[in-house]
């Protein structure tokens, strides 16, 4: 085994691996950008060497600036994590040449396999079943159009050399196909170093089936199962679970003979993911295509970790330092099922744009180490409370996994985990995914990668707590604190107390973006009613703690943990949770940027493209501008009818949250 190793990468992986290799007595290196110095995983490590500035390119994704702190720190073996250069083959032909061990696969089989177009070749030679599509080396645009016309529409552009959803569109219609091979080229240059592309049929409600698989140095592979990773958003998924509900074990065992098969023909060592897309045919059985192989761990791995009650990482260190893989496939069995919910920041209300913010509070439920006990649920996390979220790398907080000896038990243990979870001072997908895994679909396995879609009614637009709840969560706060200040003399009291008679107290709210006005009635009798929209609920509070309140409202017994960042309040109860504003009656009000005449960057970024030019008329919805933030591209839409009347800044150029980005004035009537 290694007595110390370099960890080439950030956040929750690297406080992964670092856990893993703490507790075999491996001593372990961090680099960190100048974004992360502060960073969990930093202090996770035994050692910390800075190699950067905060954008990737200038920091993790520079190759000689890992080895060489690796070379100057005495580390024997660098663990890429995933993301950035893990899947580079240059950069593991780099570590060997440096005398370094790559834990990872051998510099062939990534080269073999990183290449999407040349990996499915290699695929359709051994005889396994392809997507139908164009996989060529020919990548100009109009070849690309006329392969997209033959194998018929729908159609989904892929980067060649990437993964994780990033330079990756589905296309409706060929009117649409040039614009979307565009982005999709710009997204894979800057993720990826290379903007080839393929170009396959979209399968009709494809469920996104895979295989984990594990090879070591003397010949020896095999698999650990599969996860079934079909609920996705933009491509990257959001919950990924274990085994694959549906699945037969017949099924189960030809997919992971072809996955294992595929791994053998590339010589495969150490941990990797053949992923299939599957459909379901019309006898119910399921027919599954070679979709692409990442050759690296992946994000979702603590799931088979789960059910397998492995540790891969530990798997990865023994079988780069040269041991045979601990177990046979006759000796791997599954148990239970497990599923993991990716917590991220940003705003499912607006097309999951990323959202930037120092984490406030960041609460979780009770967890205990790295694979799940029977009840208890993981948490893995590169962020601690304090923490600034920043826009140079991924929007993913952290990773919550839940395990059961049934599928509807995991499914009930991770809505109890979600509500317990509490993420304050940014936009996060919480109660989003509280809302995906109730709806039916989800519940009853019905699967495939548009279920967001499907259940959008049920998933956008819908309050997830009762603006009173919201408000008597709010109230029982701000009672709260003025009762911490007053002292014993009643003439002090700050709650509204009157000599003789009762008292009215009014606050303005903003529930969810929604202006309540909100009347605290305090009676004779000493008791007090909360009224709005009309209605009167008594209402009873006291405090639990320093977040935590027992609330009575009418007939509710409700437990409610609230947060305040000045005059802004989270609310968490049971049933979901909410965003509150007191506005400051003495603010200047107006019209937001974005109805006005200019167009506010929703997020700190930087401008990829304009889609417009000064003069052009535009319709509301039509796009305008392309922003490059978290590792993904945003489209800019306007928000009415107009007329550009000029442009702020050039291609390339980094753009503040807020900055205005285009002045839209009103139509002109003449050029009408």
């Known amino acids: 085994m290694f007595q110390k190793i370099l960890i080439a990468n950030r956040g929750e992986i690297a406080c992964r691996v670092a856990a893993t290799a703490r507790r075999l007595g491996v001593r372990t290196v961090a680099v960190y950008s100048d974004a992360d110095a502060r960073a969990r995983h930093v202090l996770a ?7 950067g500035a905060s954008p990737p390119r200038e920091s993790y994704l520079l190759a000689r600036r890992i080895l060489d702190a690796a070379r100057s720190s005495g580390a024997r073996a660098v663990h890429p994590g995933y993301g950035f250069l893990s899947e580079n083959e240059a950069f593991a032909r780099a570590c060997a040449d440096a005398g370094l061990v790559f834990i990872g696969p051998p510099p062939a089989a990534i080269a073999a396999m990183g290449d999407k177009s040349a990996a499915k ?30 194998i018929g529409y729908p159609v989904l552009i892929k980067a060649s050399a990437g993964g994780g959803g990033k330079g990756m569109r589905r296309v409706e219609r060929a009117a649409d196909f040039a614009a979307a091979l565009a982005s999709c080229k710009r997204e894979a240059q800057v993720a990826f170093g290379s903007d080839h592309v393929l170009v396959e049929r979209y399968v009709t409600r494809p469920r996104h089936i895979e295989i984990q698989v594990f ?11 599969e996860r079934d990773c079909s609920v996705q958003r933009r491509h990257q998924k959001v919950l990924e679970e274990s085994p694959a509900p549906g699945l037969s074990e017949a099924r189960r065992a030809q997919i992971g003979a072809a996955a294992v098969a595929a791994a053998k023909a590339v010589g495969y060592v150490g941990a990797g993911t053949v992923e299939f897309v599957a459909e379901e045919l019309d006898d119910g059985d399921i027919r599954a295509y070679f979709m692409e192989m990442n050759t690296r761990l992946q994000v979702e791995h603590p799931v088979t970790e789960a059910v397998t009650g492995l540790d891969l990482v530990e798997w990865q260190l023994r079988v780069a330092a040269g041991e045979r893989l601990p177990l046979t496939q006759d000796e791997v069995s599954l148990r239970g099922h497990a599923i993991e919910a990716r917590i991220c920041a940003e705003n499912p209300e607006k097309d999951f744009l990323p959202a930037t913010g120092t984490l406030r509070a960041m609460r979780w439920p009770a967890h205990v180490g790295f694979v799940p006990d029977a009840v208890r649920p993981r948490v893995d996390t590169g962020f601690s409370e304090g923490d600034f979220v920043g826009p140079h790398y991924d929007s993913m907080i952290a990773k919550l996994i839940v395990c059961g000896q049934t599928r509807a038990q995991a499914l009930a243990r991770l809505d109890a985990a979600l509500r317990d979870t509490h993420i304050v001072g940014l936009h996060s997908n919480v109660a989003f995914l509280r809302r995906v895994i109730g709806t039916r679909a989800f519940a009853t396995a019905d699967l495939d990668t548009a279920l967001i879609e499907r259940a959008r009614g049920e998933l956008f ?9 919201a408000a008597a969560g ?6 709260a604190q003025e009762q911490g200040l007053q002292d014993a003399d009643p003439w002090s009291r700050r709650d509204g107390w009157r000599l003789h008679g009762g008292a009215q107290r009014r606050l303005d709210l903003i529930v969810d973006g929604q202006a309540l006005p909100v009347l605290l009635v305090r009676l004779h009798d000493g008791s007090t009613l909360l009224e709005m929209a009309g209605q009167r609920w008594p ?6 703690g320093d977040d935590v309140h027992a609330v009575r409202l009418g007939e509710r017994e409700l437990r409610l943990a609230v947060y305040a960042d000045g005059e802004h309040y989270s609310v968490f109860a049971e049933s979901g949770s909410a965003w509150v504003q007191r506005p400051d009656p003495l603010a200047r009000t107006g019209e937001r940027a974005s109805d006005g005449g200019t167009l506010a960057a929703p997020m700190p970024g930087k401008l990829v493209a304009f889609l417009v030019a000064a003069g052009d008329v535009v319709r509301r919805g039509q796009p305008l501008a392309v922003l490059e933030a978290m590792k993904m591209e945003h489209t800019i839409s306007a928000p009415r009818d107009g007329q550009v009347a000029e442009l702020f800044f ?23």
Not at 215 to 225: A, E, K, P, Q
Not at 461 to 469: A, F, I, R, T
Not at 539 to 544: D, F, H, Q
């Open 539 to 544: 209402i009873e509070a006291r405090p639990l």
């Open 650 to 672: 050039a291609p390339g150029d980094p753009v503040a949250e807020g900055a205005q980005l285009l002045c839209l004035a009103a139509e002109d009537p003449v050029a009408s």
């Open 474 to 479: 709010v109230l029982a706060h701000v009672r």
């Open 215 to 225: 090879g070591d140095s003397h010949g020896n592979v095999i698999h650990l199962g």
């Open 121 to 150: 070749a290699l695929m359709a030679t051994a005889g396994v079943p392809l997507v139908p599509g164009y996989h060529g080396q020919d990548n100009d645009p109009a070849r690309l159009a006329r392969e997209a016309d033959a």
């Open 45 to 51: 490590c035994d050692e910390a060497v800075h190699i």
């Open 461 to 469: 637009g819908q309050p997830s707590l009762p603006p009173e709840v």
